[in-house]
């Protein structure tokens, strides 16, 4: 059996030990916060500082396989950084490809160099826009910006210091793709449907997606591409929206992502643990039978105030330590921190068929418990 120390416990760290759970890989967690989601889902939990670099620290990195950062902290990434080549880590991690695609400006300026469809910039651009933080990660920090008027506000009253970049908002639907390997040998997976909620946060993860095979052929392409121009080594999602028939790729991260990695294992059985397991413990990635796809539904619901709500994924990585259980509340599985007698119920609702109408039959069978659940009629 394969170990592999995960560094933080908050999304990532959840979609990471998952994964690693259902591949039979040993999970050690560290994370500084003692209650962070990821801890539930662990073999083994340590609460520790990584700049710290202590004795302890470096005796349990020492115990992995492979280590897997699982967090976007720049302090902890240069800790592990200097770490690496210091105590011969395996880190399945590029930091230079991670430079690159953690900067919106670096990572828009390679994709236009090399003309790769994108949204276009303000102001050579029509309203409305979007504006999103230069170094935040997704949708974290993302604005709705109506008129030239409101734009130019923003810029003015932008904080000395901040960097943020404005472009067209396109009203298509998004996409995610993830790429792993290194350069020259680069596997694309299979596409997942992103659905946001008001805030611009991801709240359901589909699979498989209502796209042709020429737009999927293409997607894999790009990120084929992509992966090449960053010389990545590891794991990397690109995110494109459809617009007027046309892919455009709006970010990429070279970093294990949230959510789609569980929709891609559900939907078609490849695990990115596994493949990344492959790829920095033995050098190279077997090719992998998909098999026949599954439909693949991945949400998140908070119900309180009798009400059933759906919600991005914020309201998940601010829960405790997440557990994971199987057929609750009419669902094939659940991640949450309720526990019983609790007004709130925050948690992740996973749910696999056949077909996109048993799915659907699936789903709704799962709404009518949580509405029961609302009544106090019966529990988890």
Request: hydrophobic share 35%; glycine share 6%.
């Amino acid at each position: 059996m394969k170990t592999a120390v995960i560094i933080g416990g908050k999304l990532q760290g959840v979609e990471a030990c998952y994964l690693a759970q259902k591949a039979n890989i040993k999970t050690i967690l560290i994370d500084i916060n003692p209650c962070a989601p990821a801890i539930g889902m662990a073999d083994e939990f340590y609460c520790l500082n990584v700049c710290e670099k202590s004795k302890e620290l470096l005796a349990l990195l020492k115990k992995g396989d492979f280590i897997l950062p699982a967090m976007e902290n720049d302090e902890v990434l240069q800790a592990l950084y200097e770490l690496k080549d210091a105590e011969a880590l395996n880190l399945a991690f590029d930091f230079s490809a991670y430079a690159i695609s953690s900067s919106k400006t670096a990572s828009d300026r390679l994709i236009r160099e090399n003309q790769i469809p994108a949204p276009v910039y303000y102001p050579n651009c029509q309203p409305p826009y979007i504006a999103k933080p230069n170094s935040a990660s997704g949708s974290e920090g993302v604005r709705y910006i109506e008129s030239v008027k409101e734009a130019e506000t923003f810029l003015k009253n932008v904080p000395k210091g901040d960097s943020w970049v404005i472009q067209e908002y396109l009203d298509g639907k998004s996409y995610s793709i993830e790429v792993i390997g290194k350069p020259g040998d680069y596997r694309t997976y299979e596409v997942t449907e992103i659905h946001m909620d008001d805030r611009y946060d991801c709240k359901r993860v589909t699979a498989p997606c209502p796209i042709s095979d020429a737009l999927k052929s293409n997607f894999s392409a790009i990120g084929i591409q992509l992966a090449e121009l960053v010389h990545l080594k590891g794991i990397m999602d690109v995110e494109v929206i459809l617009d007027k028939g046309q892919l455009k790729v709006l970010e990429i991260d070279a970093r294990i992502p949230s959510q789609t990695p569980t929709v891609v294992y559900q939907s078609t059985g490849v695990n990115f643990m596994e493949e990344l397991a492959a790829l920095f413990c033995e050098g190279i990635m077997p090719q992998r039978d998909w098999g026949e796809k599954k439909h693949v539904s991945f949400e998140h619901f908070i119900i309180k105030n009798k009400k059933v709500e759906g919600v991005g994924e914020h309201a998940v990585s601010s829960c405790g330590p997440l557990h994971y259980y199987e057929n609750c509340f009419e669902a094939d599985e659940v991640l949450t921190d309720y526990e019983d007698g609790e007004e709130v119920l925050v948690g992740t609702f996973i749910n696999s068929a056949a077909t996109q109408e048993e799915l659907e039959q699936k789903r709704n069978c799962m709404r009518k418990k949580l509405n029961h659940f609302l009544t106090k009629e019966d529990g988890m």
